[in-house]
């Protein structure tokens, strides 16, 4: 049996620092490879908030967790090509880790400058 879920219009607001470093090194005059480490922590300790209700009616509940309070680190590796011309190109995988959770993003840009 399915039973629709309302969910209200919410925002999250959120303020993280972060304090790390960059190793970048030429491979060629175009080929830029780099690695990077950063720690990172949550300034507002707020938590997340969902208010919601059952669609075929009853009252609204509120749903609360923890939020993204724990600090965490950011390991990630990458690749920049530019060349003299109008084209530029990265290419890069960020792992984070912390206590409740850990994501891994892959990148790819590129630019045309006009």
Same mark, same amino acid.
């Given at each position: 049996m399915w039973v629709a879920l309302t969910v209200r219009s919410q925002n999250e607001?959120? #303020? +993280?620092?972060s304090l790390g470093g960059q190793l970048d090194w030429a491979m060629s005059s175009t080929?830029? @490879? %780099?690695? +990077?480490?950063? /720690?990172g922590s949550e300034l507002? &300790? &707020?938590?997340s908030i969902?208010?919601?209700?059952?669609?075929?009616?009853?009252? @609204?509940f509120v749903v609360r967790d923890a939020g993204l309070?724990? @600090?965490? %680190?950011v390991l990630g590796?990458?690749?920049?090509v530019a060349t003299g011309g109008n084209f530029?190109?990265? #290419?890069? %995988?960020?792992?984070? &880790?912390? &206590?409740t959770c850990q994501t891994d993003m892959l990148q790819?840009?590129? #630019? /045309?400058r006009l």
């Open positions: 607001d959120r #303020l +993280r620092a080929v830029k @490879p %780099y690695v +990077r480490a950063f /720690w507002e &300790d &707020d938590d969902t208010s919601a209700n059952f669609a075929a009616g009853g009252a @609204p309070e724990s @600090p965490g %680190y590796i990458g690749v920049n530029g190109a990265a #290419l890069s %995988y960020d792992r984070t &880790d912390g &206590d790819a840009k590129m #630019l /045309w």
